[in-house]
């Protein structure tokens, strides 16, 4: 082995390379995000309705208080997020504020909370990569190469800009943290208890937690099936501390009174029976009485029986959650609001319409999974590599389904990539050679994700006209301008009411104004959201009745948001250009509808004569 290891039986040099991947990342993330944070500008409706509810809690919104009152007012919406997050961002604006006041201790943390994060991304990636690495005797070079790739890994780095307060960035450190975790079980077994605590932490914080709970489980009762005097004692800890960690979580983010409600997208009674029976199996599986352990086959029986039994018992208990979390929102809704939320396309969409964007979100997972295969293929003995290679699969399996899989994925697919060109980098020095150094640069780069989204970009160029690339530029560039801070403040001038708006709108205004919206990019949202789409795709009097029976006093659009054209061609029972979008679209409200005076403005507002 080329590595020595410091104080602790760390690797030396190991800080040093995270530091330095964190630098240049947080270097490059504030560089691209850093003016629209000082700004509060959100790049994603999440952050911005992230801040609106730590504000809401600041202002005495109680902890067990899910719902966000000013979305489809007067019932209000019941969010899906845990609320951890929220107090952890609250808790150092309440001090700062003191000092620097709110808006400007907001800022701080769109800097601080992100950025923190990022550190604790790279330091897992890279200490992960050098496990990967070891096995090569290349653990220095390999968290070197982790460092410089992790910097670059956009799908995922992205998630860590300024402003990002929402949760998937914490997601993919507690994935992160919960292969660690698998990887040092066989030595340090306490080690697993650690990442069962991280994988109920994640499945608590959102649903992406959840199939990272059931791959862990297949990873370490694999590794506990072919090895079970190395990583029994490790798996039957992974099973406490997912157990304990699911049932923490259930008394602190759910009320009492709650604890029996069918939720299936956020903590509730099916995660934490999903926590119980997947913890209870591997505890269950780790202390089997020696007569039905002895053999691999007895081994796989017990699995089979026990995981069958489980599975069918979830399955009769929550039936409902066998669809997943969107299985609630009807044919209707996923229609005709689904289809409009960008990361919810699948790989095969982009496919067939995008093949630019499909290189830029699975161009370095898909190297990733080669790397693997040959990783494997040369250590297919050591955990290490099979404990990263079940999250990389699970990440593409989410990516496939659904783009926004794409910052998992990249994530997993670092520590083999950074193997891959730490093999190419040796290569080469041991035999130097033009083909050696031109495989070397083409390890490295295509283990970057940067390299891809160029390449994603070039080959858009390259397929689509430019007067219409150009065109489609125009149209994104306008409808930004709806979303700025200065657009939505122009809002203010009206007095306080509700609003029938577009729901790419609708978290924008609930952080700049105090306005309430009816709609918003949230699936518990259906009846505000449904209300808004069926005025808006119908004709002016059909939208008139559906208006007047909701609570909107307002009705609030983007000429050139994609909403508006999309709701034309989703006409009901009227021609494209007679419905109610395609009438403000052009500026010709009915009659019902009295433009309101908002100033120089991307938006148009209208008031509801009733």
Not at 436 to 459: H, P, T
Request: one cysteine or more; charged letters at 15%; aromatic letters at 10%.
């Amino acid at each position: 082995m080329n590595h020595q290891r410091g104080e602790g039986g760390r690797p030396e040099g190991a800080q040093i390379a995270w530091l330095v991947g964190w630098a240049l990342a947080a270097l490059i993330l504030v560089a691209g995000a850093g003016m629209a944070a000082l700004q509060q500008d959100f790049s994603e409706p999440d952050n911005a309705m992230r801040l609106v509810r730590v504000r809401d809690m600041l202002a005495g919104q109680g902890w067990f208080d899910s719902i966000q009152h000013r979305l489809n007012p007067p019932e209000g919406t019941p969010m899906h997020w845990a609320q951890w997050i929220d107090a952890l961002l609250a808790a150092p604006i309440m001090v700062l504020k003191v000092f620097i006041g709110q808006q400007a201790a907001e800022i701080v943390m769109a800097f601080a909370w992100p950025l923190g994060l990022l550190g604790l991304f790279m330091a897992l990636v890279v200490r992960i990569s050098g496990e990967i690495g070891e096995h090569s005797g290349l653990r220095s070079e390999a968290q070197w190469a982790a460092a410089l790739i992790g910097a670059l890994a956009f799908p995922a780095l992205d998630k860590f800009s300024p402003g990002s307060f929402d949760h998937h960035n914490v997601e993919m450190i507690l994935g992160l943290t919960a292969v660690w975790g698998i990887i040092r079980m066989r030595d340090q077994p306490l080690w697993g208890a650690g990442a069962g605590a991280a994988l109920g932490l994640a499945m608590a914080t959102a649903a992406e937690g959840v199939p990272m709970v059931a791959v862990a489980l297949v990873v370490a009762g694999l590794l506990w099936l072919f090895r079970p005097t190395e990583f029994a004692r490790g798996f039957a800890r992974l099973g406490l501390g997912l157990a304990a960690s699911s049932l923490a979580m259930l008394a602190v983010l759910v009320p009492p009174a709650e604890w029996g409600k069918p939720v299936c997208d956020a903590m509730g009674a099916p995660f934490l029976g999903f926590g119980l029976v997947g913890g209870g199996i591997a505890v269950a599986l780790a202390f089997l009485p020696t007569f039905a352990g002895q053999t691999l086959l007895r081994r796989v029986g017990a699995s089979a029986i026990l995981g069958g039994v489980g599975a069918f018992a979830l399955a009769r208990l929550f039936p409902e959650c066998l669809g997943g979390g969107y299985a609630a929102l009807g044919e209707e809704m996923s229609a005709l609001w689904m289809t409009q939320i960008s990361e919810t396309r699948s790989l095969a969409d982009l496919l067939a319409d995008d093949p630019g964007m499909l290189l830029a979100v699975s161009g370095a997972a898909a190297v990733g999974l080669v790397a693997a295969a040959l990783f494997l293929r040369r250590h297919w003995r050591e955990p290490a590599g099979w404990a990263v290679f079940g999250f990389l699969l699970m990440g593409w399996v989410v990516l496939a389904w659904q783009i926004r899989g794409a910052a998992f994925a990249t994530t997993f697919a670092i520590p083999f990539g950074a193997w891959a060109v730490a093999i190419a980098r040796r290569e080469y020095r041991l035999h130097a050679s033009a083909l050696r150094a031109l495989g070397f640069v083409l390890a490295a780069a295509s283990a970057s994700a940067a390299a891809w989204a160029s390449a994603g970009e070039a080959l858009q160029s390259r397929m689509t006209d430019r007067a219409v690339l150009q065109n489609y530029e125009s149209r994104v560039s306008s409808a930004k301008a709806c979303s700025t801070p200065e657009a939505f403040r122009s809002l203010a001038r009206a007095p306080k009411g509700v609003m029938l708006n577009q729901f790419g709108l609708g978290a924008g205004v609930l952080v700049w104004t105090e306005h309430g919206v009816l709609a918003g990019p949230y699936h518990r949202d259906v009846t505000g959201t449904m209300t808004m789409i069926n005025a808006f795709r119908a004709s002016p009097e059909k939208a008139q009745a559906i208006v007047m029976q909701s609570a909107a006093d307002y009705v609030l659009v983007c000429q050139a948001a994609p909403e508006t054209r999309f709701y034309a061609r989703h006409a009901d029972g009227v021609a494209a250009e007679g419905t109610l979008s395609a009438m403000l679209g052009r500026g010709e409200p009915p009659a019902w509808l009295q433009a309101v005076d908002i100033g120089p403005s991307a938006l148009h507002l209208y008031r509801v004569v009733r």
